[in-house]
Each structure stands twice: as structure tokens, then as C-alpha cells.
Nanobody
Framework: QVQLVESGGGLVQAGGSLRLSCAAS????????MGWFRQAPGKEREFVAT????????NYKNSVKGRFTISRDNAKNTVYLQMNSLKPEDTAVYYC?????????????????WGQGTQVTVSS
């Protein structure tokens, strides 16, 4: 059983930056592919970025490519999402997710473990 806790969300102006963190416990972190997803009010949860177990492979939603960077530190059991050049349309609750069966899966249904989410609000 893996527990995930996100942090780092907040209110930022358009063009600003935030770094989200997701701390994992209760499992062998390096065995899990990790993902970041987001959900805006009235919308379905959507894929943002994923990273493989070693960090050697990543995948991004087209609209965040070049602005967001996913990374992980297996020694610290933590995955990060660096978000730059933020836009109002990035406003959402951001969730991290983990699964040991697949790597870089873009579908939320592929992930078994989820954090509670952290709110990101980008003002125009």
C-alpha cells in the first residue's frame, strides 16, 4: 500500500511558476511509475505528465510541453512537477498517482494509488 501526499500548490499570476511535490511512503518507490493528473471544475481528470521508474523516460500532455517538467528523486521517495509560464487554463486540482504495473501510462484508470490533490490557481 502506497500513500501519496502532494504539496506546493497555491495562487500565482499568469506567467509565474510553481513546483509541486509528491511524497510517497509505504512502498518501494523505485518500483512505481508515477504520473501527475489534474482536474478542473466540471471537467474530467486529465493526464499532465508521467515518468518511468528510473526517471529515464517521461511523457507530457501537448499543452504543457516546454513549460512543465516532471522529475523524481528515488532516494527521497518524491516526484516533482515544475510548472513554468503558467496560464489561467492550468488552474485545477493536481493529483499525483502511482502504479507498479505500467510506466508512462497516460490514462488515469491505469493508476491504483492517488494523493489527495493540491489546488493550483492561476490568475490572469
Amino acid at each position: 500500500q502506497v500513500q501519496l501526499v502532494e504539496s506546493g500548490g497555491g495562487l500565482v499570476q499568469a506567467g509565474g511558476s510553481l513546483r509541486l511535490s509528491c511524497a510517497a511512503s509505504g512502498g518501494t518507490f523505485s518500483r512505481y511509475g508515477m504520473g501527475w493528473f489534474r482536474q478542473a471544475p466540471g471537467k474530467e481528470r486529465e493526464f499532465v505528465a508521467t515518468i518511468s521508474r528510473t526517471g529515464g523516460s517521461t511523457n507530457y500532455k501537448n499543452s504543457v510541453k516546454g513549460r512543465f517538467t516532471i522529475s523524481r528523486d528515488n532516494a527521497k521517495n518524491t516526484v516533482y512537477l515544475q510548472m513554468n509560464s503558467l496560464k489561467p487554463e492550468d488552474t485545477a486540482v493536481y493529483y499525483c498517482a502511482a502504479d507498479s504495473r505500467l510506466q508512462n501510462a497516460a490514462s488515469a484508470s491505469a493508476y491504483v494509488y492517488w494523493g489527495q490533490g493540491t489546488q493550483v490557481t492561476v490568475s490572469s
